[in-house]
């Protein structure tokens, strides 16, 4: 297996490309008949034996133009990936259990349009595209997460069958694509219901006054005697208090039942982090090892999720989930 492993990098080039573009030169790609194709030559060394046999003239004329369309079809097949150019796009983070995509830029300088070109990785679906003549075009391709980590999905394999679908062309481009995926939240009581969880002084005893909402301010502190008097189209006024600082959350692993296994307890904290946020909360995240200050907003929201995600594996940066 080592060694078949070792022909296959070398045979296919299966190692992750380091250059951008990628550019599929004749290297690159691989050309074999189909089974219909092999089927087309079957019939066509049948209906030889046949002219021969019977001396047949125009029998011979009808099988080489046949073989002549076929090896047409060939040179088409080959051409309809030779020269395609290829950028790899930002992948964004899922949740597990979701697909991910992976955006793939494709670049045509031809005057041909290059049609009938597909994308799949291995054991996974597939999506195709027809690229214009000296145009562009770009195609998402989807991958099933099944676990939380750093997502590297491995090669891509594109493919066509165009024009006559006698044979199959196809090429092993790898880009260094990685993706993160979450864990996949439950949504279990969260520690925003319980006072003793809440941590700083919520300086709340005096009224300091009025001011327009904005988008991080919590819905409690809404004064709502005030929406009925005024129109759509003002903004609701928060109320101000003096004194102490905003209350904090904390998302806390030592808060969830000891009886949860690892994987169960990042999920019930993936599940607090999207409440505390919808909430729009400052909430900050305690894992073994390490500790993310309290703050709200979609980058806040991001880094709790991703440490979540990558929490326990070695080199949190750079850690791998091959699951090509």
Known sequence: MPRLAALQRWLFRLAPDEQSPIVLNQRRIFIVPTRAGVLFAVVLVV????????????GHALIFLLAGLAIVAMVHTFYNLFGLRL?????????????????LQLENARRQTRRALEFCFAGQASCSVNL??????????????????????????????????????????????????????????????????????????????????????????????????????????????????????????????????????????TGWVLAAEEAQARYGLKLPGKQLAPGQGDAHRASCLQALALHGESGENTASIRQA
């Open 47 to 58: 209906m030889l034996i046949g002219a021969i046999n019977y001396n047949l003239s125009l």
């Open 87 to 103: 950028t790899a796009g930002r992948v964004p983070a899922v949740f597990a259990g979701d697909a991910a995509h992976f955006p």
């Open 132 to 269: 214009p003549a000296e145009g562009r075009a770009s195609v998402a391709i989807p991958f099933a997460t099944q676990r939380r980590g750093r997502l590297d999905p491995g090669r891509v394999t594109l493919l066509t069958r165009y024009p006559l679908g006698l044979f199959r062309a196809w090429s092993y481009p790898h880009p260094r694509w990685s993706c993160i995926v979450y864990p996949q939240p439950i949504r279990a009581p969260s520690p925003t219901m319980h006072a003793d969880h809440l941590h700083g002084d919520n300086g709340q005893e005096d009224f300091a006054g009025l001011r327009p909402r904005q988008l991080s301010d919590s819905t409690r502190h809404i004064a709502w005697k005030t929406v009925a008097r005024r129109s759509d189209e003002q903004p609701h006024l928060v109320k101000q208090f003096a004194g102490g600082a905003a209350e904090e959350l904390w998302l806390d692993w030592s808060l969830i039942a000891s009886e949860c296994g690892p994987e169960e307890r990042l999920s019930i904290l």
